[in-house]
């Protein structure tokens, strides 16, 4: 379980296909304090800690995963933001996340607003319905506030703080995301399709 509140910026380092693929991590968390089986979201994605060195983590991912997330366009040198499991005391600052990826979204615009950038996003048809104005999203692995909604495009604006502690200052048209939404509009959607 994790927040969207990012709380470190990562480096892909090492990819290696070993039956699933395997990636090496460059962080700056303390990684004395990570156990090998605890649980980080990588852009959104949560994987299982394999192996640790000083300044990295391991993790193994299925092909499964490789399929249904960003995980596919990783490359050496990209940047992902992270974020350790939520522990109970920990600030819930964003909303809750799960780490399980629901589909890729597509950047569509960005435009400078001032000091902010707004990001257009293209989700996929079956996931529109769960994605509401003023509603949460996760979107590799930050917790964010929906604009608004047209169909399966939705907007996000980006303030300077998000987009030099995450990854979103990096963000250009055709890229990729990560998509998550929110647990709570699941369940909802859920609710109203059940017979009374």
């Keep these: 379980m ?38 980080i979201a990588s852009d959104g994605v949560c994987l299982t800690v394999i192996d640790l060195g000083s300044d990295w983590y391991n993790v193994q991912i299925s092909a499964e995963t490789v399929a249904k997330t960003n995980v596919s366009d990783w490359r050496v ?23 399980h990826v629901d589909g890729v979204a597509e950047v569509i615009t960005v435009a400078d607003e001032g ?22 999203v996760a979107l590799n692995g930050t917790s964010l506030t929906v604009n608004e909604v047209s169909g399966t495009d939705f907007g996000i604006n980006f303030i300077p703080h998000t987009k030099e502690v995450t990854t979103w200052g990096d963000v250009a048209v055709g890229d990729h995301v990560n998509l998550e939404i929110d647990t709570l509009a699941r369940y909802v959607a859920r609710l109203a399709e059940m017979p009374v």
């Design 77 to 99: 040198g990209k940047r992902v933001n992270l974020e350790r499991a939520l522990r109970v005391g920990d600030e819930l600052g964003g909303h809750i996340v799960s780490g």
């Design 2 to 39: 994790f927040t969207g509140i990012v709380t470190d910026v990562g480096r892909i380092i090492e990819l290696e296909q070993q039956g699933d693929l395997r990636a090496r991590i460059h962080t700056n968390y303390d990684t004395n304090g990570i156990d090998l089986g605890a649980s």
């Design 115 to 136: 000091d902010s950038t707004r990001v257009t996003l293209r989700s996929p048809e079956a996931l529109a319905r769960f994605i509401a104005p003023k509603g949460s």
